[in-house]
């Protein structure tokens, strides 16, 4: 059966095919698009390479110089930091949002808080703000540089496949992730992954202003968990938290447009169906 999140996302990469770029003798992807508006740095989490945000990109292309980011197939959270900031100042992308999902999301905030200088707003989304215990839980208390990677794939495999009953809503998107895990993303990027963040060191204080500050969510995020997302939330302090009752662990993929929306706001870019909610929650 066809699946038209498959066909849409490989008729984006098609035409836009991931660049390399060699930063601290790491070999990093990505996709830089639009040349004119503010600038907006993606970073994607465990299972997504630059493309996974191709709604987004199309969406904005004409108005945001966008950098979305795969990861290199060494390294972790510190590095990676570091690295990311020398893309930003590599790219004259000086003063862009950060947004950033899962692991993404830690590394968004690592990013800010560590080189406030070089962002101008963050967007920490479906992501944790400590790593405590990490390493008890699977997959995490194994060798993940060691392990074979059929075990590390079989794990998401089992997870992903449980949506490929005909009858979750999230069917289309569990056999888009399912490519990635079993082979869009390479072994050593897949290992590179999981051991950032059972390695992550602490996250930094958040110093940008308050009104820079966002946070994305789903209540039915099956990974980041209630008490997760309340402790993300107290430490970025966020103006605006996006709350989706019903998107899974990836709304970029899930609700597109509403996640297009959010990133409108953010930017400062004119919406033609900006949020009526005032507050600081925005449910969705």
Same mark, same amino acid.
């Given at each position: 059966?066809?699946?038209?999140?498959?066909?849409?996302?490989?008729?984006?990469?098609?035409?836009?095919?991931?660049?390399?770029?060699?930063?601290?003798?790491? #070999?990093?992807?990505?996709?830089?698009?639009?040349?004119?508006?503010?600038?907006?740095?993606?970073?994607?989490?465990?299972?997504?390479?630059?493309?996974?945000?191709?709604?987004?990109?199309? $969406? !904005? &292309?004409?108005?945001?110089?966008? !950098?979305?980011?795969?990861?290199?197939?060494?390294?972790?959270?510190?590095?990676?930091?570091?690295?990311?900031?020398?893309?930003? &100042?590599?790219?004259?992308?000086?003063? $862009?949002?950060?947004?950033?999902?899962?692991?993404?999301?830690? =590394?968004?905030?690592?990013?800010?808080?560590?080189?406030?200088?070089?962002?101008?707003?963050?967007?920490?989304?479906?992501?944790? @703000? #400590? *790593?405590?215990? =990490?390493?008890?839980? =699977?997959?995490?208390?194994?060798?993940?540089?060691?392990?074979?990677?059929?075990?590390?794939? &079989?794990?998401?495999?089992?997870?992903?496949?449980?949506?490929?009953?005909?009858? @979750?809503?999230?069917? @289309?998107?569990?056999?888009?992730? !399912?490519?990635?895990?079993?082979?869009?993303?390479?072994?050593?990027?897949?290992?590179?992954? !999981?051991? $950032?963040?059972?390695?992550?060191?602490?996250?930094? #204080?958040? *110093?940008?202003?308050?009104?820079?500050?966002?946070?994305?969510?789903?209540?039915? #995020?099956?990974?980041?968990?209630?008490? =997760?997302?309340?402790?993300?939330?107290?430490?970025?302090?966020? @103006?605006?938290?996006?709350?989706?009752?019903? $998107?899974?662990?990836?709304?970029?993929?899930?609700?597109?447009?509403?996640?297009?929306?959010?990133?409108?706001?953010?930017?400062?870019?004119?919406?033609?169906?900006?949020?009526?909610?005032?507050? *600081?929650?925005?449910?969705?």
């Amino acid at each position: 059966m066809s699946n038209a999140l498959i066909n849409d996302r490989d008729r984006f990469s098609a035409n836009h095919s991931e660049e390399r770029y060699i930063v601290n003798g790491r #070999d990093w992807g990505g996709l830089r698009i639009g040349e004119n508006g503010p600038a907006l740095v993606l970073i994607p989490g465990t299972l997504g390479r630059s493309d996974i945000f191709w709604q987004q990109i199309e $969406a !904005l &292309k004409g108005r945001a110089r966008i !950098l979305s980011l795969s990861y290199p197939e060494s390294g972790g959270v510190k590095v990676w930091g570091e690295d990311i900031a020398n893309l930003i &100042k590599r790219f004259e992308l000086e003063g $862009a949002v950060i947004l950033g999902s899962s692991l993404g999301g830690y =590394m968004a905030q690592y990013v800010a808080g560590t080189y406030p200088e070089l962002v101008s707003g963050i967007v920490a989304a479906n992501t944790l @703000s #400590d *790593t405590t215990g =990490m390493e008890e839980r =699977m997959p995490y208390a194994l060798d993940l540089m060691n392990v074979p990677i059929d075990q590390l794939r &079989k794990g998401f495999t089992a997870g992903l496949s449980q949506w490929c009953d005909g009858i @979750s809503p999230y069917q @289309s998107l569990a056999e888009l992730l !399912l490519l990635e895990v079993n082979g869009r993303i390479p072994e050593m990027e897949m290992r590179a992954r !999981l051991n $950032a963040l059972k390695t992550a060191p602490p996250l930094p #204080d958040q *110093t940008l202003p308050t009104k820079a500050r966002f946070s994305i969510e789903s209540e039915d #995020d099956h990974l980041i968990f209630e008490d =997760m997302r309340e402790r993300v939330r107290k430490t970025v302090k966020p @103006s605006r938290s996006f709350i989706f009752k019903e $998107a899974s662990h990836f709304p970029y993929v899930t609700r597109p447009q509403e996640y297009t929306r959010i990133l409108e706001e953010v930017l400062e870019l004119k919406s033609e169906n900006p949020f009526e909610q005032e507050g *600081t929650e925005v449910h969705l």
